[in-house]
């Protein structure tokens, strides 16, 4: 589904002496089963702006639709749903869990959906087999290598099967082996029909053949957009 942005402003502190507007006005579209890259420098608002697309924050005036919903002025309660059940979410240092092990992490974003125990027990099973991890199932996350927990990650983000994955900065921890392996991840990803949003300030990142749009942004505006 296409998502659309039209004038999207987020403020902080707003109405305060330290009121900052991180994003200024973006007006743009992300088209379905397609691998579009935020760059930009740490504080460019690329971040903010993925965050209000995965129905994290609120922004603080403007549209966003996903499909031909609006989903900038739902409910909280309505945000949740349809945050759980349409994204998929890799975050910069993989937020998997200590103390459980790598099959609880992947099961974590899908209780809530409440569905029958062995069913997610083999969602969870079929993810680690498909990413080759089915080895490391019971292992303590801390146990993994940077690779290693950054497939858990994924694994983690499709166990409801999103049609959109969103990756904020998802190799700033990585060496570059790693970075092109989770490239390659990524294009397998979007060739099984995901759409994939992607933050990054990397070169094998926002370089990558896998990438077909890379949208430049600087101080909450869109500088450049090629792809």
Known sequence: MTIQLTNIKKAYNQGKPNEFWAIQGVS???????????????????TTLLSM????????????????????????????????????????????????????NIMLPAYPLGLPYTQLIASAKRLLKEFNLSAKADNPVEWLSGGEAQRVAICRALINDPQIVIADEPTANLDSKLSYEFMGLID?????????????HDSAVYDSVVVDRVVEMRDGIVLTDAG
């Open 53 to 104: 697309i995965g129905c994290l924050t609120r922004p603080t005036s403007g549209r966003i639709l996903l499909g031909d919903r609006v989903i900038s002025s739902l409910p909280e309660r309505f945000l949740t749903e349809v945050r759980r059940h349409t994204f998929g979410f890799i975050f910069q240092r993989f937020n998997l869990i200590p103390g459980l092990s790598v099959l609880e």
């Open 188 to 200: 397998e990803l979007q060739q099984s029909g995901k759409t994939i949003l992607l933050t990054s």
């Open 28 to 46: 743009i579209d992300f088209e379905p089963n397609r691998v579009s890259c935020l760059k930009g420098a740490s504080g460019s608002g690329k």
